[in-house]
């Protein structure tokens, strides 16, 4: 059974850093895709940063692009998102969002196409 287990999110004021971690088990997702999304209240979930491995590389939102870096520890199975320069529009529940198959460029974007997801974690950003 696959499982994906967010860990990392809190309060932080504006301008300060958090890292996000996303530890797999049931699957390595070794040649797949693995990333994050958030959702704000009322509001969709919308894509943050992804990796897709073998070649693949690391995809971000224009929001988040400069501020926020995805990486992956293979030894632990685990991705994860480094976050500086938080913003109050950064707070939502961020989830961890993997797919066994390395998704083509066109499609990393949609939520709908990621098979397997955390049960998120809150990050607050607010003085």
């Known amino acids: 059974q696959v499982q994906l287990v967010e860990s990392g999110g809190g309060l932080v004021q504006p301008g300060g850093s958090l890292r996000l971690s996303c530890a797999a088990s049931g699957s390595t997702f070794s040649s797949g895709t693995m990333g994050w999304f958030r959702q704000a209240p009322g509001k969709e979930r919308e894509f943050v940063a992804v990796?897709?491995?073998?070649?693949?590389?690391?995809h971000y939102a224009d929001a988040v692009r400069g501020r926020f870096t995805i990486s992956r520890d293979s030894a632990k199975n685990t991705v994860h998102l480094q976050m500086n320069s938080l913003k109050p529009e950064d707070s939502a529940v961020y989830y961890c969002?993997?797919?066994?198959?390395?998704?083509?460029?066109?499609?990393?974007?949609?939520?709908?196409?990621?098979?397997?997801w955390g049960q998120g974690t809150q990050v607050t950003v607010s003085s």
């Open positions: 990796f897709r491995w073998s070649g693949g590389g690391a």
């Open positions: 969002a993997a797919e066994n198959s390395r998704l083509i460029l066109s499609r990393i974007w949609a939520a709908e196409n990621y098979g397997y």
